[in-house]
C-alpha cells in the first residue's frame, strides 16, 4: 500500500517540484564557477579551489530548496483543502506522510546529481586536470544527506500551519543562518540542524561524523513529525 501512496503523491506533484532541483543544481554550478573565475582561480588551489567556493553556498542552496519543496507540498493539500479527504482514506496518516518527506528527500537527491553532472561538465571544458571524483561526488551527495533533519522539520512546519508564511519565513532564516553556523568555533551551534550541510563536507576533517548524525537525528525529526501528523485535527 506504502508504494501506491508514493506513486498517488508523485502524480501530484506540482510541475515546480520537478523543476526546482534543476534550478537549485544550475544556481549553486553557476555561483560556484563565477565566485570562482572572479576571485578564486588564481591562488594557489586554482581549478580546485572551486571546490571550497561549492562549500560557502552549497548548505544555503540546498536549505532553500529543502524549504521550498516541502511548503509547496504541503501547501498544496492546504489550498485545495483536501487534507480531511486524504484523512477520511483507508489509508494510514503515516504513509501519506512518509511520501511526502520521500518525495522532498529524492527531488533533493536530484539537486545533488543535477550539480555533479554541472560541475563535471565545467571541470571538463576548463581544464585537462583529471576530475577528483571523490571531492565531486561526496560533497553534494553528503550535503543532500545533512539535510534530512530541516526538511524533517520544514514538512512538519508546512503540514501544520495553513499559511505558509511562517515555514518558508522560518526556513529561509535557517538557510542564511547556514552560511555562518558551520564555521563557528562553538561546538554547540556546530550542532544545529542547519550546520550539516556544510559540515558534511569532505573538505572538513571528521566529515563523516556529521553525516551519520544529520542522518540520525533526521530519522528522529521524521518520527516525531509522523506521530504529530497523525494526531493533527485537520480544519
Given at each position: 500500500m506504502i508504494l501506491q501512496v508514493i506513486k498517488?503523491?508523485?502524480?501530484?506533484?506540482k510541475k515546480i517540484c520537478w523543476w526546482l532541483p534543476l534550478i537549485q543544481g544550475c544556481v549553486l554550478t553557476g555561483m560556484t564557477v563565477?565566485?570562482?573565475?572572479?576571485?578564486?582561480?588564481?591562488?594557489?588551489?586554482?581549478?580546485?579551489?572551486?571546490?571550497?567556493v561549492m562549500?560557502?553556498?552549497?548548505?544555503?542552496?540546498?536549505?532553500?530548496?529543502?524549504?521550498?519543496?516541502?511548503?509547496?507540498?504541503?501547501?498544496?493539500?492546504?489550498?485545495t483543502q483536501t487534507w480531511k479527504q486524504l484523512m477520511a482514506m483507508p489509508v494510514p496518516?503515516?504513509?501519506?506522510?512518509?511520501?511526502?518527506m520521500l518525495w522532498v528527500v529524492i527531488l533533493q537527491f536530484g539537486t545533488a546529481l543535477i550539480t555533479i553532472a554541472g560541475m563535471s561538465l565545467i571541470w571538463v571544458l576548463y581544464t585537462n586536470e583529471?576530475?577528483?571524483?571523490?571531492?565531486?561526488?561526496?560533497?553534494?551527495?553528503?550535503?543532500?544527506?545533512?539535510?534530512?533533519?530541516?526538511?524533517a522539520i520544514q514538512l512538519w512546519l508546512s503540514t501544520l500551519f495553513t499559511n505558509q508564511a511562517f515555514p518558508l519565513a522560518f526556513g529561509i532564516f535557517g538557510s542564511i543562518a547556514s552560511l555562518f553556523l558551520a564555521r563557528t568555533s562553538i561546538f554547540w551551534i556546530k550542532l544545529l540542524p542547519w550546520s550539516y550541510p556544510a559540515l558534511s563536507s569532505p573538505l572538513i576533517k571528521?566529515?563523516?561524523?556529521?553525516?551519520?548524525?544529520?542522518?540520525?537525528a533526521g530519522i528522529?525529526?521524521?518520527g516525531l513529525g509522523t506521530l504529530q501528523f497523525r494526531k493533527h485535527e485537520f480544519k
Open positions: 498517488a503523491e508523485g502524480y501530484k506533484l563565477m565566485e570562482w573565475y572572479l576571485y578564486f582561480r588564481q591562488g594557489p588551489g586554482g581549478v580546485y579551489a572551486g571546490f571550497a562549500f560557502m553556498f552549497i548548505s544555503f542552496v540546498m536549505l532553500l530548496g529543502g524549504t521550498l519543496l516541502a511548503s509547496i507540498m504541503a501547501g498544496t493539500e492546504h489550498d496518516r503515516s504513509y501519506i506522510y512518509l511520501s511526502k583529471p576530475i577528483p571524483w571523490r571531492v565531486m561526488l561526496l560533497q553534494p551527495i553528503n550535503a543532500s544527506l545533512a539535510t534530512l533533519p530541516v526538511l571528521g566529515y563523516v561524523m556529521w553525516v551519520i548524525i544529520a542522518l540520525c528522529i525529526f521524521t
